[in-house]
C-alpha cells in the first residue's frame, strides 16, 4: 500500500503519487486523523472547498486476517463541527487496500451544479457525470444496483444518498455491502461533505489487483489463526452476536434500567419483548428470509453479527439491524413493533441518514409535539420524504441538535450536537464519560465503556458508581483509537479484552505485515497519539472543555428505576483526556 | 431607584427587596450583564430552569433627559449561546423607574404547563394565569389591547408573542409602545427565554409612582437642555431621522457598494428607489396615517424617527419601520414592494420575532430553495404561520444558522449563530469587526462603525480599507456599552460624538442626578468594564476566539461592486478586544 490518491473537484483532476512519509505508518483512523488536522483548515465550513474528505482502509485491512475489513472516513463533521473519524464495513477497505492505495482524498468543489461519480481502478482515477436517474431523490438500493450493473458486479461503491445531495447534517456515506445491500459510515454527516463537492459516488474496480505484501507470511498465518480462534472462542462474538445480532442488548441494558426510553425520560420499558434481540432471533429464524440469517459486513468477518431481517413473506427488508437503531425507534421514540422499525430501518439506509442521530431526532421532535410518539408509519413517511425533502424532513435529518432548536426545547440528548446513543449516562456512567469527552461527539463506539459497565468483559465496573470509570473510559478511547486504526471491527474486543494470546496475536499480525517490532506499549502509544491529533483539530477549531459536558437536564433530572442523574462533576470529566494522569491506569489498559 | 425585585417562577413567589450593594451605581446593560454573568450559570441551557432575564431601565430612565427610555433586558441567549443584552423602546422603562424599581428579574421554571402573566404595581407583584384568549397564536396587537383593557390603558407591558410562547429562538420581548403599538427587546431570542419560564406577559402599573429624585435638579435641568439642544441641532438627529426614520440608509449603503443583496452575493441593487428612505417618506406623506408620520418609541424622545406607515386607505399597517428589516427582506431577500414588507414587518411584530433574524433566514431559506426569490406572499404567510407553526415557520423562526443546517449551505450569513444585519463587511470593514468581535454575535447596534465609515460623523475612516478600524471598533464597542448601561437611545450618538457639549451634558446629567463627579475617561471605563464582564461570560460559557470570525466565504467571495473581500486576519480580529493596546486610540474615543 503505497498509493496516495487526490481527486481535485474544483479542476476535476485526480493525481496519484507515493504516500507521503510522515503517512507511510499509518492506517485507517490514525491515517483520517492525522490527515486532517495536518491539511483541513479547523475553522472552515465543513461544506465549504476548504474541506476534504478521506478515505483509508487500516493498517491490516487486504490481509486475510480475520475482521480487517473496516474503512474509515475523515473530515472536519457538518453535525459537530470538529474533527470526525466513522469506519464502516462493506466490501470497499479489502479492495482499496489489495490495490496498493493507502488513501484517497477528495478536496475542492466543483463550479458546475451537476453531480459526478469518482471511478478508481488500477489504471487511475475518472471523473465523469453521474447519470440522472441515480440524482434527486433515487433510494440507495436502486443506484448501488444501476452503478453496479454499469460499472461491474464487483465493483466497491461509496455513495451519498439523497440526504447527502442535499447536504443534511445527518447524511452518512453508504458503502455496498458483499450482497450488494448496504452498510453506513455513519455518524456526524460525513455524507453531506461528499454531497457538497458534488461526488455522488466513489466506485472502485479492483480488477487486476494483487495481494497484500506481508513480511513474514508464516508468522502471520500463524498469528491470524490463534486470532481467529480467540474471537470464536468468546461467548458474544462467537455465538452471541452471531445469534442475536446487537440487539441482543436491548434485554441487557433494560434490566440494567440503562435503556433510554422516551426521549431520556426513563431507563427501562415493560414492552422489551417487542423489540428484544431474543424476539429478532425468532422472528428471523421463522420467517428465513432468503436462507440467510446472520451475516458479514465485509468479507473476512468470522463475527458475522448483521441480521438478515425479512418480511412475512420472507422477503428481504434490511440487514446491519443493529441494536442502537432498534432502541431508538423502539425505546426512544416508543416505536414497539419490530416490522415497523426494520422499515424505517431500511429507508435511513436508502436514504442515506445515520439511524442513530435519525432515530434520536425523531424521539426528541415527539417530545416536541411534531410527531405523535410511537407513531411508526409517521417516522416510515418522514424518512421517505428526505428523497424530496419536505420542511419536517429536512428538521430531522439535520439531527436531534436543530430539532431542540426549533421545537424550543431544553431536553435535547446531544454532545457537540451529536445525538446520544442507546445507553443512559445516568445509569452507566463510564459511557456518559465516553460520550462527554470524545473528540467526535457522542459516540458509544468510541470508547464502549458499557464492555466493562454492564457486560463485565475486559473489566467489572459499577455503573452506578463513579469509582474508576475516569481512567476506564480514557483506556477505552485510547484501545478503540488504537483498533479503529487497524481496520479491525471493533469487536475484535472480545477476542482481545481477557486474552492475552488473542491481543498478542492483533499485535502479531501487524508486526508481520510490516516486519515490526510493536509491543502492546506502542500500540497504546498509537492510541494516545490519535486521540491528541483530534483534539488538537477540535481545539484549533474552537472546542473548549466546556463542550465536553452532557446535557444539563441529566445533571438534575433523574433517571428510573435506579433514580440517579449525572454526578460528575466538570473537573472530573476533564481528567479524561488528561494524559499525563494515565499512570494510573495500567491496568485499565487493552493490553 | 433602590428596589430589585426577583420573581421565582418554579415557587410562582416574588421578593421585593433592596438593589444589592454592588449594583447599585449600575443601570441598563451595565446592570443586566454584571447580574447575567454573577448569577447565570454559563454553561447552562438557555432554556431550562437555570437561565435568568432580567429588566433594567437605565441610569437616566425616568428622568426628563431627552431619549432616556429604553430598557435593557439580559440573560443567556438561546440564539447564540451567549450571553445577552438588547433593549427597546416603548413605555416600560420610564415607568419603572419612577417607581423605584432598580430592575426585575425572572427565574426558575412552572412544574406545570401553563402560562402566566406577572403584574407589578407599587404594592408589589402578583402573578396569575393569563387568560386563554391571548395564548396559543394570539398576535401581540390583539394581546397587548386585551391586557390594556384588562389592567388598564396606562399599564406598561412586555409581552412574548407567538413565537415566545414556542420558544423559537428568533423570538423576541415585544413592548408596548406609547400609542400602544410595538417596540422589540429584538436579537438574540429573549423572547424564548421568557416563555420558558411560561410568563406570557409582564404588566407594569405605574399609578402612585413619583418622580425620580435628582440630586441637583437645577444642574439637571441646565444639562438637559444642553443635550436636547445637540440632539436637534445635528442634522441626522434632529431632521434626517425624523424625515425618513433609519431607511434613509437605502440610497446612503447601496451607494457606498454596502448593501447585501441576495443573501450576501452582491453589494448592490438596481431597485433601490422602491424601497428608499426617500420612497418611504413620499408614501407616508401621501397617505396620511392618522395624521402622523413619525413619533417616538418612548416618551421623551426628541427625534422620533419611528415612521408610522399606513396602507394605501390611511390605515395603520406598522410603525419602527427600520432600515435593518426593510433591507433585509428587500434588498437581501429581493422583495420589492415597501407594502408588501410593512405588511410583513407587521406580521413580525404580532408574532413576536426579530425581524433581522427572521429577514436574513428568510434570504437564507431562499438560497436554499425553500422560498421562491423576492416572494412576499410566501413569506407572510410563513411568518403568519409562526402562530401554530409549520415545519417550515419553525425553520424560519429558528434562524438563519439552523436554515443552513437544513439547507446544507455554508453561505450562512452569521456570527455566533446570529445573523448579520445590513451592512456588508466586506465594504464596510469597520463594522465587520464589530459582528466579529461583539460578544452578542453579530450586531450592528453594538459599535455602529457605519457612523465613522460612512456617515462620516464622529470619525472619518475609508470603509474599504482595514486602516484604523481596528481601535476605531473598539472605541466604539466600549462608548455602546456604556451608552446602553444610561437607558439613553443608541441615537443620541449623533448629539456627542462632533459636540463636546452634548457629551459634557450627558455626563453631567448623570452627575447631577446621582451626585456624581464622573469624567469621560470615567464613562468609557464603564463601557469597558462592561465589555469585560461580557466576554467573562462567554470564555466561561465555552467560546474562543475562533466564534469571534465571520462566516469563511467572505474571505474568498468578493463583494460587487468594489469586489472586495473579507481580509482581516484572525490577529488582527483578535486586537479588537485586546484592551492593553487600547492607549494608540485614545482619540476615537467617544469623548
Redesign the interface.
Known sequence: MNKFIRIDMTTLQASVGDVPEKYAGLGGRALTSNFVNDEVK?????????NKLIFAPGLLSGTTAPNSGRISVGGKS?LTGGIKECNSGGTMSQIVARMGIKAFVIEGMPAEDKFYIIKIDMEGVTIEEAPEEILGGCGNYKAIEILSEKYGKKVAIAIAGPAGE????SANISLKDPEGNIRSAGRGGLG?VL??KKVKAVVIDGTGAGKIEVADPEKFREASKVFAKALLDHPVAGQGLAAYGTDVLVNILNEAGGLPARNFTKGRIDYNDNISGETLNATITERGGEGKVSHGCHPGCVIRCSQWYADKSGKYVTSGFEYETIWGLGADAGIEDLDAIAYIDRAMDDIGVDSIETAVAVATAMEGG?IPWGDGKAVLEIVKDMAKP???A??I??GAA?VG??????R?PVVKNQAIPAYDPRSVKGIGLTYATTPMGADHTAGYCISGNILKVGADIDPLKKDGQIEYARAMQIGTAAIDSTGMCLFVYFGIADNPAGFQALIDMINAQYGLALTADDVNKLGESVLKVELDFNK????????D?L???ME?EPLSPHNVVWDFTPEEIDQVMNFDSEGESEELRIS
Open positions: 479547523p475553522t472552515c465550513h465543513p461544506l465549504g472547498k476548504n457538518p442535499y447536504r443534511l447534517p453531506a454531497g457538497s411534531l419536505t420542511p419536517l429536512r428538521i435529518g439535520s436543530v432548536k426549533t421545537c424550543g426545547l431544553f435535547v484549533r477549531a474552537g472546542f473548549t472543555r466546556e463542550d459536558r446535557p444539563e437536564f438534575y
